[in-house]
């Protein structure tokens, strides 16, 4: 099980050791090394240290058993190592690993876009009692940013019929559940009524949780939900999407790529 350490030891090599396992990033693409007991994962520190600049800023994100996990982006990676996009290996890789991807890519771009403090311009330091960054200047903390959001499979007919949307974003004829980002001050129940009514013109009752999964493009955490149809026109919003409609598991349109919590929920449904 892939460990949470909320003391990111931070820094330049930052005692980083041969066994440990590093994870570098470079923009959407993350370093896949093919060693050892062949199972291919992050590379250890031992097979990519001579390949990396020293100035490298290493955090540590993590453990999963004795292994520690560093991560940090870099310009180029090791020419040992095989890049593989960061969303191909969150379809494709076992929980543990997507977990340790998902805390460094969020970390890592958090840290990136908060190197100065927003109250008084000061540059922040990592805290050295939790993930914080901390500003010397005026005391703020500012932590990790993850951002709520909501993806909900409505069913009617008994569970047999499940609804599933065209949005405007999806890459070719994609159907999927409807989702949207929970707004501030509002609960997690409320934005799924909300998005609901108004993208799809329907109200819902019998609300259950049914899962969560991070999605670090930046730091989305999608919470998902079952819901059934209770009343409303269903039609789509014309803006947001483009059409949806009522679909069984042995008629429906092309789903979204496996792996995704999307379509982990629509097989549970369609299975
Ligand atoms: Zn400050």
Known sequence: MFEFLSDLYTGEAAGIAGNDRVILLKERSVAISSNIDGEAVFPRWEEVANYLPA?????????????????AEVDILPEYCEPLTIRQFLFEYPEDWQMALCRAKNIL?????????????????????????????????????????????VTRNEGRELLLAHNRTFSGNVYSLIAGFVEAGESVEGAIHRELWEECSIRVKNLNYISSQMWPFPNSLMLAFHAEYDSGSAEADGEELSDLGWFTSADHPELPAPGSIARKVIDRFFN
């Open 109 to 153: 771009n958090w840290r990136r876009q908060h190197r100065f403090c927003g109250g008084c311009k000061s540059l922040l330091e990592p805290s050295k009692k939790d993930s914080g960054l901390l500003c010397p200047a005026c005391g703020n903390i500012y932590y990790p940013q993850i951002s709520p959001a909501v993806i909900v499979a």
């Open 55 to 71: 100035d490298t800023f290493f955090t540590m994100v993590g453990k999963r058993e004795n292994e520690r996990f560093f991560a």
